[in-house]
């Protein structure tokens, strides 16, 4: 598998394959995070709780964080266990009562239980065969292969101070030019506040990223050197050019949660296009079938 220069955007594309693959990931991620500790692995069987004589297990608590992944997110690391038992123990409570009632032996239950059987082995299937392909080796390899092929792009850094009239850009530029500080004119002046409160910075940007007239004027300029005002759409810019560069690959640190998600993903597409091959597949409904054949093409 290869990892494209254009990282990014790459995985951004079959958002509903994304969605999938990664909230199954991001499970798995949070029950093995209650599998293991740093001394070595939890006993899964061992007892945790009981309700009404039948024990809650550290296991349960993995499968808890499997389903739980996205609230166990927003709960401080310390208070997370309990968080989950409390949940358990909720279920237990629950599902103890609805026995009583008899409703395990409904129809509703035994086609909820159903479908509940298929999502549990899709789980498994995608940890133990699909995601266990991405070991650290292969997206070390990917890596390397995207940084071979990466090929580098001039990058500017640049300042800026935005306000809505040509005589109060002016008067700004007079200002800098005898002497004022450049980021404090921009945190005092600009109506950019989201570049203001880091003295106008506008961090790296390539050619197209900014509107031309702008990015006519920043690459003309001198490292340190500021423009003269420069109207835009959005009002009355002056410009300070801090940096030019080449661009560089990314670090493996930054961009190895990515390259494996990626890698996910075309794993995910590989082996369920494979699957649908070799399995007879008919949907009644002739426009459903016809938007999940479009998808299917998309993914492939």
């Known amino acids: 598998m290869r990892i494209k220069a254009n990282l990014f955007s790459e995985i951004s594309k079959f958002s509903r394959v994304l969605t999938i693959s990664t909230a199954l990931l991001f499970g798995f991620s949070a029950s093995a995070s209650f599998a293991q500790t740093a001394n070595g692995n939890i006993d899964l069987d061992s007892e945790v709780a009981f309700v009404g004589g039948e024990a809650i297990l550290e296991g349960d608590l993995a499968f808890a964080a499997e389903d739980l992944a996205q609230e166990l997110a927003q ?67 990917a890596y390397d292969e995207f940084v071979a092929e990466f090929t580098p792009v001039q990058e500017w850094r640049a300042r800026h101070i935005l306000v809505a009239n040509e005589d109060d850009a002016k008067k700004i530029k007079l200002e800098i030019d005898a002497g004022k500080l450049f980021e404090v004119a921009a945190m005092e002046s600009s109506s950019d506040t989201n570049s203001a409160r880091n003295g106008g910075d506008l961090g790296y940007f390539r050619s197209n ?26 009002g009355w810019h002056i410009i300070k050019l801090e940096d030019d560069r080449m661009s560089q690959a990314p670090s493996f640190e930054q961009v190895q949660g990515q390259i494996a998600q990626q890698l996910l993903i075309e794993n995910f597409n590989e082996m369920i296009s494979s699957l649908k091959k070799t399995s007879e597949i008919k949907v009644l409904d002739e426009n459903i079938a016809a938007q999940i054949l479009a998808d299917d093409s998309k993914r492939n």
Do not use: C, H, W
């Open 209 to 234: 990223d900014m509107t031309p007239p702008f990015e006519e004027a920043a690459i003309a300029l001198k490292i340190g050197q500021v423009s003269e005002p420069v109207k835009t759409s959005f």
């Open 75 to 141: 709960i401080p690391m310390a208070e997370r266990k309990a968080f989950l038992v409390s949940v358990l123990i909720d279920m237990k409570v629950m599902a103890q009562a609805a026995k009583k009632a008899n409703m395990d032996k409904s129809d509703s239950y035994k086609r909820r239980l159903k479908y509940l059987e298929d999502r549990a082995l899709r789980r498994a299937y995608f940890t133990d065969v699909i995601g266990a392909k991405i070991t650290p080796e292969l997206v070390q390899k």
